[in-house]
């Protein structure tokens, strides 16, 4: 047995020394790239499911009250886990005078999600809107 050298792998090879590196070098950046897409279609999913409800809170409170202030609260309140300043609340018609019953009225919701993805900016936009809107008739003048 002098002068044998047993290898502490003899199923390598002294060509694939590097192999296993050099696949997960290659391969890291294609699975990083899916989970930051996987990320941001989360963010917008839960943005928009968020909208939705506010949307409704808030055009099932102005039916009741028929009061736009208890409105935009309402909706700002089942809005809260998102960030208030890219929230945009419309009211249709605007005027509580001009609601009647039996009237319909809508209340949309507008929300701008930043993108996740950094440097990216020439190939994505650098936020999506998400838009729900909801329409019931008044029961209270």
């Known amino acids: ?9 003899p199923c390598r ?5 590097g192999q296993s590196s050099l696949e997960f070098a290659l391969v890291l950046p294609l699975v990083l790239l899916v989970a930051l897409v996987l990320a941001q279609l989360g963010i917008l ?6 909208l939705v409800q506010a949307a409704r809170d808030g ?6 009250t028929n009061d736009n202030g208890a409105i935009i609260e309402k909706v700002r309140n089942s809005a809260a886990l998102l960030d208030q300043s890219k929230l945009k609340i419309t009211i ?9 019953i ?20 020439r190939i994505l936009p650098t ?9 019931m008739r008044m029961e209270k003048e």
């Not at 055009?59 to 009741?64: A, F, H, K, L, P």
């Not at 249709?92 to 009647?100: C, L, M, T």
């Not at 936020?127 to 329409?135: G, Y």
């Open 92 to 100: 249709s018609p605007a005027s509580s005078h001009s609601r009647g």
């Open 102 to 121: 039996g009237d319909s009225l809508t209340v949309s919701v507008r929300y701008r999600v930043s993108t996740i993805f950094p440097g990216l900016d």
């Open 59 to 64: 055009v099932r409170e102005g039916v009741v």
């Open 45 to 50: 999913l839960f943005s928009h499911l968020i």
């Open 13 to 17: 090879s002294k060509g694939q020394k």
């Open 127 to 135: 936020f999506f809107t998400i838009r729900s809107s909801t329409s």
């Open 1 to 9: 047995m002098k002068g044998t050298i047993i290898s502490s792998n």
